[in-house]
């Protein structure tokens, strides 16, 4: 992989940031007494972080009024999100939101649809080990997300132009993220795009991967998600009592049918029946890969042509996370079956490759 080592570097010294602090593990310090984990107030990070007195740049905070375990992470929190980020976008010249690792790159991913056109950095970061534990990785995360926050050319112009997630020394596009692991501080992967900036000695980026927004075009913020998206995902022995409830759910609007391989399923008359019922009454089925990688190909295989032969579209390479997401926000707004699935079929915010 090539990296160009970012040179020319612009320390602004008015630079801002404004932290938005949602919660999950790294909000979380051990109790003296007790060692049960406890949330702190976002107001004290400095005490915990002492490494931040030492950044040559203005960082505020913003505090979800009870921060969340990351489980708990809704629509109804991403448009809160948003409506902190829209409120305050002019006064800061980025944006690091401290979430929990468990839904992060859902969050990223819904982010990344309802902040269109931003030309400012809009990260997510976290830890697996509490700030307040000696060993912890958020401070790490937390101080280089920062850092990447204010990065801009000698023309002021920010490097990072997309909502990202950064985690354990690389920026990936969010959209693109997968949470990979439950324990090791590498947690997260971008496997089907490349990560578009490594921090080592110097924060490389690859500039010419990071989104550029539109010119002259203010960004525009979304606050409009439908929930009535599901995500099923195949296994060998999936009864047809299960599956036909599921897809019958009153007001289900779409599927993340989550395949096998290369986009395969079941060729059985009753399974293939159940999904070409569910098209045919409007629900808008896609095809994803449950494989970490790679991308759905549904003329490879007999079993995948037959579900392009009853209108289940491909997703190709989308993230299931970016999948349901992406769906909640086409339905969220009001957009017809036929333009759902004319906006599935192509990339939005970088979220696949066609
Ligand atoms: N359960 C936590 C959360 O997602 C885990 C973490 O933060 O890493 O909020």
Same mark, same amino acid.
């Given at each position: 992989?090539?990296?160009? @080592?970012?040179?020319?570097?612009?320390?602004?010294?008015?630079?801002?940031?404004?932290?938005?602090?949602?919660?999950?593990?790294?909000?979380? !310090?051990?109790?003296? $007494?007790?060692?049960?984990?406890?949330?702190?107030?976002?107001?004290?990070?400095?005490?915990?972080?002492?490494?931040?007195?030492?950044?040559?740049?203005?960082?505020?905070?913003?505090?979800?009024?009870?921060?969340? $375990?990351?489980?708990?992470?809704?629509?109804?929190?991403?448009?809160?999100?948003?409506? @902190?980020?829209?409120?305050?976008?002019?006064?800061? $010249?980025?944006?690091?939101?401290?979430?929990?690792?468990?839904?992060?790159?859902?969050?990223?991913?819904?982010?990344?649809?309802?902040?269109?056109?931003?030309?400012?950095?809009?990260?997510?970061?976290?830890?697996?080990?509490?700030?307040?534990?000696?060993?912890?990785?958020?401070?790490?995360?937390?101080?280089?997300?920062?850092?990447?926050?204010? $990065?801009?050319?000698?023309?002021?112009?920010?490097?990072?132009?997309?909502?990202?997630?950064?985690?354990?020394?690389?920026?990936?596009?969010?959209?693109?993220?997968?949470?990979?692991?439950?324990?090791?501080?590498?947690?997260?992967?971008?496997?089907?795009?490349?990560?578009?900036?490594?921090?080592?000695?110097?924060?490389?980026?690859?500039?010419?991967?990071?989104?550029?927004?539109?010119?002259?075009?203010?960004?525009?913020?979304?606050?409009?998600?439908?929930?009535?998206?599901?995500?099923?995902?195949?296994?060998?022995?999936?009864?047809?009592?299960?599956?036909?409830?599921?897809?019958?759910?009153?007001?289900?609007?779409?599927?993340?049918?989550?395949?096998?391989?290369? #986009?395969?399923?079941?060729?059985?008359?009753?399974?293939?029946?159940?999904?070409?019922?569910?098209?045919?009454?409007?629900?808008? @089925?896609?095809?994803?890969?449950?494989?970490?990688?790679?991308?759905?190909?549904?003329?490879?295989?007999?079993?995948?042509?037959?579900?392009?032969?009853?209108?289940?579209?491909? #997703?190709?390479?989308?993230?299931?996370?970016?999948?349901?997401?992406?769906?909640?926000?086409?339905?969220?707004? #009001?957009?017809?079956?036929?333009?759902?699935?004319?906006?599935?079929?192509?990339?939005?915010?970088?979220?696949?490759? !066609?």
């Amino acid at each position: 992989m090539q990296f160009k @080592v970012n040179f020319v570097t612009m320390l602004d010294l008015n630079a801002s940031v404004l932290v938005i602090y949602t919660g999950g593990t790294i909000g979380m !310090i051990e109790d003296a $007494d007790t060692g049960a984990l406890k949330a702190y107030d976002i107001k004290h990070i400095k005490e915990y972080v002492p490494e931040l007195q030492r950044l040559k740049f203005n960082i505020d905070s913003y505090q979800f009024d009870l921060p969340i $375990d990351s489980s708990n992470m809704n629509p109804e929190q991403w448009k809160k999100i948003v409506w @902190v980020i829209e409120d305050n976008y002019d006064k800061y $010249d980025g944006f690091v939101i401290l979430h929990g690792t468990d839904t992060m790159a859902y969050s990223a991913s819904a982010l990344s649809f309802m902040l269109e056109n931003i030309d400012k950095p809009v990260i997510l970061t976290g830890s697996q080990l509490p700030i307040g534990k000696i060993r912890t990785d958020g401070k790490e995360n937390l101080i280089t997300a920062l850092e990447i926050a204010v $990065d801009k050319d000698p023309y002021g112009k920010a490097f990072v132009t997309e909502v990202c997630i950064f985690f354990q020394n690389l920026l990936m596009r969010g959209n693109r993220t997968t949470k990979v692991n439950a324990n090791n501080f590498k947690a997260f992967n971008s496997l089907n795009f490349p990560v578009l900036a490594e921090a080592g000695t110097n924060i490389c980026y690859r500039h010419e991967l990071i989104h550029k927004p539109l010119p002259n075009r203010r960004p525009k913020f979304h606050y409009l998600l439908d929930p009535n998206v599901a995500i099923i995902k195949l296994f060998p022995g999936i009864s047809p009592q299960i599956l036909s409830s599921m897809v019958a759910t009153p007001g289900l609007k779409g599927i993340v049918l989550e395949t096998y391989g290369a #986009g395969n399923a079941p060729g059985e008359k009753w399974f293939l029946d159940i999904i070409e019922t569910a098209v045919n009454s409007g629900i808008v @089925v896609l095809n994803v890969t449950q494989c970490a990688s790679g991308s759905v190909n549904m003329t490879r295989y007999e079993t995948g042509r037959s579900l392009y032969n009853i209108g289940v579209i491909s #997703g190709y390479d989308i993230t299931t996370e970016a999948a349901v997401t992406k769906l909640m926000f086409l339905f969220g707004h #009001g957009l017809e079956r036929k333009e759902v699935k004319r906006f599935m079929k192509v990339s939005v915010a970088g979220e696949t490759t !066609i």
